[in-house]
């Protein structure tokens, strides 16, 4: 793989497929990598290793891979995407040697609560990924935050707490850990260990196209025109329909942006002729992960072919 190359999440097959397929004897993720500092470090350090990032945030990505490509490391990977899907859908089962989180955001408002580390998806997905042995490690400045997901997290059946260090010594401290010591703040670093197998869901049900085939006519695009500019949705998942084409074989594309409480996805939705009707499904070259807001985008879609058809 390409040195510092950023892998897009428009096409999670490929990302399963290429995962699967890279082998090491020790493999680690960190979720919310910032400037790639820490990771980079830890690549550093186990050149037999493979390192993932995961990350919402374009700039980071590229100034990552600046760094990456200054310091010649080759055994890093960066994934642009929500570590909410990428870590359960792309990553095979009892395959991660260790997952690390610096400084994550504590949501504290009720409403956000299911962003947390400490939610049981997001252990589950934990448990399903790391090997037995392996670790999770997070660091936070916030000891609320801190004293959650040690009292949360080992409330899983296969993961315990193997450490709660307040003010822990770190030979690497990163950006935000240098800005929270300097105005004084603890820190607090837990470690926690998967101590048992535990199975991992069906990988690919975040990630199979939707599809549907209606007995109906492909339709013009002025039957879809009341899809353009439509917004809909509502606070944590929200979808808008930009623009329709159609090409020369007379496959329909309805271009869609989604977002579930700020992972955002652009993709088409294919709308093809057939001798018996027509098929909508995802585009095979944009094929998004099949979250709330794109489930209820294609439910759209379909509402009102089938309206349309009647």
């Not at 510092?4 to 490929?14: F, Q, T, W």
């Not at 004293?147 to 260090?165: C, G, Q, R, T």
């Not at 409480?261 to 499904?281: A, H, M, N, W, Y």
Request: net charge positive.
């Amino acid at each position: 793989m390409p040195l510092g190359e950023i892998l897009v999440k428009s096409d999670p097959h490929n990302l399963v497929s290429m995962i699967s397929g890279e082998h090491a004897p020790y493999k680690a993720v960190e979720i919310g990598f910032g400037n790639g500092e820490f990771l980079l470090q830890r690549a550093s350090e186990r050149p037999d290793g493979l390192f993932y990032g995961i990350e919402v945030s374009r700039n980071s990505i590229m100034k990552a891979t600046k760094r990456a490509k200054r310091s010649s490391s080759r055994n890093v990977r960066f994934f642009y995407g929500d570590a909410r899907f990428l870590l359960d859908e792309c990553f095979p089962e009892a395959w991660l040697d260790a997952v690390y989180m610096n400084f994550p955001c504590p949501w504290p408002k009720n409403r956000h609560a299911k962003r947390r580390v400490t939610t049981r998806y997001f252990v589950n997905s934990l448990a399903g990924v790391l090997k037995v042995g392996g670790s999770f490690e997070l660091v936070t400045d916030d000891p609320q935050y801190a004293e959650e997901a040690a009292a949360m997290i080992p409330s899983h059946p296969a993961i315990v707490i193997d450490l709660f260090e307040p003010d822990p010594f770190r030979s690497l401290r990163t950006k935000y850990e240098k800005k929270w010591l300097e105005a004084g703040k603890r820190i607090f670093l837990l470690r926690f260990i998967k101590e048992k197998p535990f199975g991992k869901k069906d990988p690919k049900k975040g990630v199979i196209g939707l599809h549907k085939s209606l007995g109906r006519p492909c339709p013009a695009l002025s039957e879809l025109a009341p899809l353009v500019g439509k917004r809909a949705g509502q606070r944590e998942a929200r979808w808008v329909f930009r623009d329709c084409f159609v090409n020369p074989s007379g496959v329909i594309l309805v271009e869609t942006l989604t977002s579930d409480e700020g992972f955002e996805q652009t993709f088409f939705f294919r709308i093809v002729p057939r001798s018996d009707g027509c098929l909508i499904k995802t585009d095979p070259a944009t094929r998004p992960f099949t979250t709330p807001s794109v489930a209820g985008a294609f439910k759209d879609v379909t509402s009102l072919l089938e309206d349309g058809a009647q």
